[in-house]
């Protein structure tokens, strides 16, 4: 039977191999499973099959026997990109699919091209062109692999980057690096920044070597760019940073569904949640939320106004007046409109 899988993977009906080698149906099946327990299990591969009265070989394919769990994963992995892949992007997801089909079972194919009927991903705030996605990745990429730097267009006018990472936030891809002078020489007191990757055009990669490369040894110049870019974004709230006093932010949550819901997401890489449970200053507070060390209140200001009610900014004071400005210009405008339809 195995030098028969070796030649041909069939597959084969269980009855017409019992029948050609004169045994019984339960005979086939028992060798079937021993074959399987000794090749497929030590190896986690699928290299024989068995499924509704018939059995194939899978040598060829190298076929990888996942867990559930882990094919899940897999199946939530490949949808979640595919919203990226648009145009010509949609091809690449095809072949994506196809390749990690590839080496699966053919029932875990079936289950996966069923789920994915049933499966939808919210296209909601994702930029309309995104084919510049792909274009312009591959030059950032490759910049920063080889210690290179970028030149694209930005409001009209040529810039020079050193890039150092790439930033995936609020569906949209950010370049975080410094700029440099055409000859890619380093612009002194230049502080580190971000670009949104769709708003630049032209993107292509500059054969000038990177200032940092100039300064740090070669193996050491990617770690320098990670460590700089990591402790960037740590200082980010979303994709807001720029580059002004970094403040603690201090927020109180006044009612109990607002507090569990806050509490169940990750808003900031170093957020702090905390029970409080007591009047304080005539309103009961339930809990209590910072956002240390952020460099901008941009989106912090929509995050906040975003529920209502249910915060009170605490600290800094500037930022609290500024809610309260803004709150009242809201409620003008409000009081205005239902003026104006009486």
Same mark, same amino acid.
């Given at each position: 039977?195995?030098?028969?899988?070796?030649?041909?993977?069939?597959?084969?009906?269980?009855?017409?191999?019992?029948?050609?080698?004169?045994?019984?149906?339960?005979?086939?099946?028992?060798?079937?499973?021993?074959?399987?327990?000794?090749?497929?299990?030590?190896?986690?591969? $699928? #290299?024989?099959?068995?499924?509704?009265?018939? #059995?194939?070989?899978?040598?060829? !394919? %190298?076929?990888?026997?996942?867990?559930? +769990?882990?094919?899940? &994963?897999?199946?939530?992995?490949?949808?979640?990109?595919?919203?990226?892949?648009?145009?010509?992007?949609?091809?690449?997801?095809?072949?994506?699919?196809?390749?990690?089909? *590839?080496?699966?079972?053919?029932?875990?194919?079936?289950?996966?091209?069923?789920?994915? +009927?049933?499966?939808?991903? +919210? =296209?909601?705030?994702?930029?309309?062109?995104?084919?510049?996605?792909?274009?312009?990745?591959?030059?950032?990429?490759?910049?920063?692999?080889?210690?290179?730097?970028?030149?694209?267009?930005?409001?009209?006018?040529?810039?020079?980057?050193?890039?150092?990472?790439? #930033?995936?936030?609020?569906?949209?891809? #950010?370049?975080?690096?410094?700029?440099?002078?055409?000859?890619?020489?380093?612009?002194?007191?230049?502080?580190?920044?971000?670009?949104?990757?769709?708003?630049?055009?032209?993107?292509?990669?500059?054969?000038?070597?990177?200032?940092?490369?100039?300064?740090?040894?070669?193996?050491?110049?990617?770690? &320098?760019?990670? *460590?700089?870019?990591?402790?960037?974004?740590?200082?980010?709230?979303?994709?807001?940073?720029?580059?002004?006093?970094?403040?603690? &932010?201090?927020?109180?949550?006044?009612?109990?569904?607002?507090? =569990? !819901?806050?509490?169940?997401?990750?808003?900031?890489?170093?957020?702090?949640?905390?029970?409080?449970?007591?009047?304080?200053?005539?309103?009961?507070?339930?809990?209590?939320?910072?956002?240390?060390?952020?460099?901008?209140?941009?989106?912090?200001?929509?995050?906040?106004? %975003?529920?209502?009610?249910?915060?009170?900014?605490?600290?800094?004071?500037?930022?609290? $007046?500024?809610?309260?400005?803004?709150?009242?210009?809201?409620?003008?405008?409000? &009081?205005?409109?239902?003026?104006?339809?009486?």
């Amino acid at each position: 039977m195995l030098a028969e899988l070796l030649l041909d993977p069939g597959p084969y009906k269980i009855k017409e191999t019992a029948l050609r080698y004169g045994v019984s149906d339960k005979q086939v099946r028992n060798d079937i499973d021993y074959l399987r327990e000794k090749l497929n299990t030590p190896n986690q591969r $699928e #290299y024989i099959s068995r499924y509704h009265g018939k #059995y194939e070989g899978n040598f060829s !394919r %190298g076929i990888v026997n996942l867990s559930p +769990k882990v094919r899940l &994963y897999l199946f939530l992995a490949l949808k979640q990109v595919e919203p990226l892949l648009l145009n010509e992007g949609q091809e690449a997801y095809k072949l994506l699919f196809q390749h990690a089909c *590839s080496v699966l079972p053919k029932q875990d194919i079936e289950r996966m091209k069923s789920w994915s +009927k049933f499966y939808r991903i +919210k =296209q909601f705030g994702y930029p309309k062109e995104r084919i510049h996605f792909y274009q312009a990745l591959n030059e950032v990429f490759d910049a920063i692999l080889y210690n290179q730097i970028i030149r694209f267009r930005y409001k009209k006018a040529i810039r020079y980057f050193d890039p150092y990472m790439v #930033y995936y936030c609020k569906n949209n891809f #950010y370049i975080i690096g410094k700029a440099t002078t055409p000859s890619g020489e380093e612009i002194k007191k230049q502080r580190i920044k971000h670009y949104r990757l769709d708003r630049l055009l032209e993107v292509k990669k500059v054969w000038i070597r990177s200032p940092i490369a100039n300064k740090v040894k070669a193996k050491e110049v990617l770690n &320098y760019k990670e *460590s700089y870019a990591d402790a960037y974004i740590d200082q980010m709230f979303e994709a807001e940073n720029n580059n002004n006093q970094r403040e603690d &932010y201090i927020i109180n949550i006044l009612e109990q569904n607002a507090f =569990q !819901r806050i509490g169940e997401k990750e808003w900031h890489p170093r957020q702090e949640i905390k029970l409080i449970g007591q009047m304080i200053q005539g309103k009961y507070v339930v809990g209590q939320i910072k956002f240390p060390n952020v460099a901008s209140p941009m989106e912090l200001k929509k995050w906040v106004l %975003g529920w209502g009610s249910a915060l009170e900014v605490v600290a800094p004071r500037h930022f609290k $007046e500024e809610i309260q400005k803004e709150i009242k210009i809201l409620f003008d405008q409000v &009081y205005r409109l239902s003026v104006f339809n009486r």
